[in-house]
């Protein structure tokens, strides 16, 4: 089966659905999201619009075998004939023969199942009934297919209602899911390669927006994050640990306990946000790049590296509630043309280094500070053009709220660069 795919977030799944046009056949509602999921190789699209409302899509345990119960049933609670819940059986056998994956019909959500489970369930396509023990919310997986180096990113864009690509993100929403559920899980296949996500937003995850899980395993690699904004998760943002060489572009991660915790050896962050967590921004313990990356009002570092290798250019750290950038154990970070301002608090540093270690003799180059308790750490090595502003002229920077933008003024513009010849 060749795509392109189309998935209408909104909807109600159903078995007869291919998901090859956008006239009748898209696959619907969260359940058809994985199953683009598991359908989709390398050098496929899959388009996706609207919201998917997450608490829709539940695990279920019955009192019996019902692993040969048809793919699309009827569900619906039995004692009652449905006034509590309605669904359709989208697996079977989802971790054993007891268990069945429903997607739950629209403005239903898993409370209704888990509230009334002594209800039982009736299948009413096969006819059949038996007990409820359990319920649980299910993310999405992304557990079966990858891209390749031959053939290219298998690639899931976000789109608009008229199915087109100008920057709309479709939305995934954990809202009423059941405790510690995530919204995007990697799976248990192992490493997942080039993987294109595009324009999407999730939100109100009940633990983390993105999971790179099982523990273990190391998912993903060569991967491309593009316009994503993840905000407003209980837990972290994204895990994302050992995840290594990904590519984010203009991702927002948001308002969550902490934001992003340990991403894997060369991502590459460039125009991305990180701001306004709990605790910290980033926790990197391998080296990653940061390419005008905002690190703004989280309330310990914007951003934390443990390990060697980890850069920051055209970067802002500000506002971040104990340092903005934070190195520790044998990190060296290097900073160019970085701004580290407010972080004004007692202790609080723009950029700086735990006690020992080569950490302690960072680089930094055309960087700018300004009202920090401690601008850096003494034995870092200022290189060239940095700018202390004591006296508060701003030095081409603008101070207006969250505009970091650099005014025609600022050093950076005016820096040459020698050409031969």
Known sequence: MAGPFY??????????????????????????????????????????????????????????????????????NDTGDGDHWTGVLCEVNAGANTKLL?????????TDVSSNLADGIENTTDADTTTLSAVISEPIRWDTNEGTAAAGHIRFVGVTAAWADDGTRA?????????????????????????????????NAARHGVNRMPAGFSNFFYSILHNIYIHDCTSLGVEWADCKQNFWLKCRIENCA?????????????????????????????????????????????????????????CVLDSNGDAGGYATNAAFPMY??????????AGDFGIEAGAGGAFTHSPYAYCYFEDNDTNYTATFVDVEGSDEDQADT??????????????TDATLHNT???LNG
């Open 7 to 76: 998935v209408s977030l909104d909807g109600a799944w159903a078995a007869a659905q291919t998901g090859l046009d956008h006239a009748g056949n898209e696959w619907m509602g969260p359940y058809g999201f994985q199953e683009a999921a598991d359908t989709a190789v390398a050098g496929e699209i899959v388009n996706a619009e609207n919201t998917a409302a997450m608490a829709r899509l539940c695990i279920v345990t019955c009192g019996k075998d019902v692993s040969g119960w048809t793919i699309g049933a009827a569900l619906r």
């Open 102 to 110: 429903v997607e739950l019909a629209v403005g239903k959500i898993v």
């Open 171 to 203: 939305v995934f929403d954990g809202a009423n899911c059941s405790a510690n559920t995530d919204i995007w899980v990697g799976g248990i296949g192992g490493q997942h390669d080039f993987m294109y996500w595009k324009n999407f937003e999730l939100k």
């Open 258 to 314: 902490n934001g992003i915790n340990k991403p894997g050896q060369a991502n590459f962050f460039a125009a991305c946000t990180v701001s306004d967590h709990t605790g910290y921004g980033i926790d990197q313990d391998q080296g990653v790049f940061y390419l005008g990356t905002v690190f703004y009002n989280n309330g310990t570092w914007g951003s934390r590296s443990t390990s060697t290798g980890t850069a920051f250019a055209h």
């Open 336 to 345: 160019f043309g970085v701004r580290a301002t407010n972080h004004s608090g």
């Open 394 to 407: 701003n030095a081409g920077y603008t101070t207006a709220g969250t505009d970091f933008n650099l005014r």
């Open 416 to 418: 040459p660069v020698e």
